[in-house]
């Protein structure tokens, strides 16, 4: 079928473009049916009407036309978006494709009623046109996109048209249905201009990324899907096999054999460093775990995987002299900073430093109460106990407790004052204290939850030595001394307070992007419940097993001291969300031994696992370190978007299911019998 063109529409139109234009509905809405009737009621099959003959080429992009293109005869191809009449003869339709939008220009003339069909195409329906390019009228230009000009269609070809009760339509801006029916039919959701751009900027990265890391001697190395399970800290995902099965048995069946997908491409990595064949590797990895869902959390996810060789394993003083970066891998942490800087350049169109400033765990937990600070938000949590009377220090040091702060003042924290008015601090309300003359000494006597006792003079000093005075705000909470886990009480108040102020529209965070490496993690830890079914009382490793303790904290490694271990492990946090996370890897056959053994305490089943990476150990491994990057929670923030499901093309909801695909499902018995 040619295009449509000529005097007469009923000797131009084919009996298949009769049929489309036939089936149409009684209403004149562009948007022929409610998302909600999508389930309700039975949709009309439309097979046979897409063309499946030549139609003609496409010249140009939608979303590339300018006033250079003028006067020239261009082909498009796109969805048909919704009409706008200017008159009964002029028309306008928007025409999209991924790179953008163009405006058509439909003039309904007696020469040219055979456009008038256009009118009568559902929404969302591919078409080809073929039009002159017009610079639109001084009046109606638009800077952005291609709103320069217009495009006077002369003829168009309909390639497929789109159903008419489609469960939604993706160009409805003013109507965005429900998250699980978009994502059931996650193929018109991506349709939209929001997600189809966030798709295109997640290209671009990717590309920046293996541009950046070839640049620097990376070579790209893809690394097994199908490995072992291992005792590594996260749920795996397991794949049964046919292949061979085990020779132990169990009631007299042979054990079934499985493959384990995995949680990062750790060993492989590090057994290519060992081989000497790859001096410095990366991956735009796959990785699974079995965890439960959450905005910034996939059982399926990304990472751009690193790891290089004959890293260095303690202070440079000739490199990052002038910051707390005490630990090994400052190469690792340079090619980073490198690769950052120049995605946000390219990006976002924003210089960072050309360094990023570095806290050990220590001191963010006790100024933020988080191991991910987000240091935007201008709240600092004190440790009040030095001010506290001698006979009240004593109490606490014995009990191996400390006394925390946040202390709002009107002249300081105005932004935050209403929302902390707001604010339950983990169901316990007597831990504020607001302060006023009625209680300006004896505000710490009357926290209920703190259970002090103070003197007036006492209350008068500590008022003194803190600055309070009345109208101030004081939020308390005692903890142990030596921090453990992921986050303090008063640190996960600070975010609720200014999740709170943000909402009200009192705070609003900076603009500029804060980096911040953490650094001096304990290297074991029995304060993480992800890890706890595997770990079952035991030490588990903060990071993972691999990871090398500080050069300085060997010996009470080996002496048994293990809460007073520090890792050579560094994270990248960005605006109070941790992106990326490696270290220096243990290179010591002996020491990993001694790891796997006397403080995981593995038994010889799950060292088992480890037996191939202990070998090339003491095969003469370089140093060697590396880092993962959250591929899927870097795009977010570059897009900004909360959840990491709107930068992934086909995402699993935040139960782990896929509803597009209808995954997981069960297999039949034809399947299982195959197996």
């Known amino acids: 079928m040619r295009s449509l063109g000529g005097p007469s529409i009923n000797c131009l139109v084919s009996p298949f473009t009769k049929r489309v234009l036939d089936f149409r509905p009684a209403s004149k809405s562009h948007y022929f049916r409610t998302p909600a009737l999508w389930n309700a009621k039975m949709h009309v099959q439309t097979r046979g009407n897409a063309r499946s003959a030549p139609y003609p ?67 969302e329906s591919t078409i080809a046109i073929e039009g002159e390019v017009l610079v639109r009228p001084e009046l109606s230009r638009r800077d952005e996109g291609t709103g320069q000009i217009e495009v006077q269609v002369n003829n168009f070809t309909i390639l497929n048209p789109a159903h008419r009760n489609m469960p939604f339509i993706p160009s409805d801006n003013q109507t965005l249905v429900n998250e699980d029916l978009r994502a059931r039919f996650r193929y018109l959701d991506l349709r939209r201009t929001a997600l189809a751009d966030n798709i295109r900027k997640r290209s671009q990265v990717a590309r920046i990324i293996r541009d950046t890391l070839h640049d620097n001697g990376f ?33 007299g069946k042979h054990t079934p054999l499985f493959y384990a997908l995995p949680q990062s491409p750790q060993q492989p990595k590090q057994l290519l460093i060992c081989s000497g064949a790859v001096d410095k590797y990366f991956q735009i990895a796959k990785c699974f775990r079995d965890e439960d869902g959450r905005k910034d959390r996939q059982p399926e996810f990304t990472q751009i995987d690193l790891e290089m060789a004959f890293v260095s394993w303690g202070v440079d003083s000739n490199i990052f002299s002038s910051d707390t970066w005490r630990i090994g891998g400052h190469e690792v942490r340079a090619v980073i900073e490198r690769l950052v800087r120049r995605i946000w350049q390219k990006v976002q169109a924003i210089t960072l430093p050309s360094s990023f400033r570095v806290i050990t765990y220590n001191e963010a937990m006790a100024r933020y109460g988080s191991d991910k600070p987000d240091t935007r938000i201008d709240l600092e949590i004190q440790d009040i106990t030095p001010s506290l009377p001698i006979h009240v220090q004593a109490s606490f040091e014995d009990l191996g407790d400390i006394l925390e702060a946040i202390i709002l003042r009107p002249c300081e924290s105005r932004s935050f004052l209403r929302a902390s008015e707001e604010c339950n601090y983990e169901n316990e309300p007597n831990s504020r204290s607001v302060i006023a ?97 595997l770990a079952r009382g035991r030490w588990s490793s903060t990071h993972h097993p691999f990871t090398a303790p500080m050069w300085q904290d060997i010996e009470a490694m080996y002496a048994g001291r293990i809460d007073q271990v520090r890792g050579q492990h560094y994270d990248l946090v960005l605006n109070g969300v941790e992106i990326g996370g490696g270290s220096v890897r243990v290179h010591d056959a002996a020491m990993q031994e001694h790891i796997f053994s006397q403080v995981l305490q593995l038994s010889d089943a799950e060292k088992l696992s480890f037996d191939h990476l202990l070998h090339a150990l003491k095969c003469g491994a370089p140093p060697h370190g590396g880092i993962a990057l959250g591929f899927d929670r870097l795009m977010a923030i ?20 896929d509803l597009l695909f209808r995954s997981p499902a069960a297999i039949n018995e034809e399947h299982k019998l195959i197996r």
Not at 473 to 489: D, V
Not at 638 to 657: E, H, N, Q, S, Y
């Open 57 to 123: 080429k496409r010249t140009h992009m939608c979303g590339e036309l300018t006033p250079a293109h003028a006067g020239i005869h261009v082909t498009l191809t796109g969805w048909l978006l919704p009409e706008r009449k200017v008159s009964k003869t002029m028309s306008f339709f928007p025409i999209k494709d991924s790179s953008g939008t163009t405006q058509l220009v439909v003039r309904k003339g007696h020469a040219n009623a055979h456009l008038t069909a256009l009118s009568e195409l559902p929404v």
């Open 638 to 657: 570059l897009c900004k978007t909360p959840t990491i499901r709107d930068v992934i093309a086909f995402p699993k909801t935040g139960a782990g299911t």
């Open 437 to 533: 003359d009625s209680n300006l000494f004896n505000w710490l006597c009357d926290n209920r939850s703190i259970n002090l006792r103070l003197s007036s003079e006492e209350h008068a000093l500590l008022n003194k030595t803190l600055g309070v005075s009345s109208g101030d705000t004081i939020w308390l909470s005692r903890r142990r001394k030596i921090p453990e886990g992921g986050s303090t009480a008063l640190g996960r108040l600070r975010i609720r307070i200014s999740e709170l102020a943000h909402a009200r529209g009192d705070y609003v965070p900076h603009a500029i992007p804060h980096f911040l490496w953490v650094t001096e993690f304990p290297l074991f830890t029995r304060a993480d419940p992800d890890k706890e079914f």
């Open 219 to 251: 070579l790209e190395v893809e690394t097994p899907l199908l490995l072992k399970s291992t005792p590594e800290g996260a749920r795996e995902f397991l794949v049964p096999s046919r292949v061979g099965q085990s020779t132990a048995q169990h009631d």
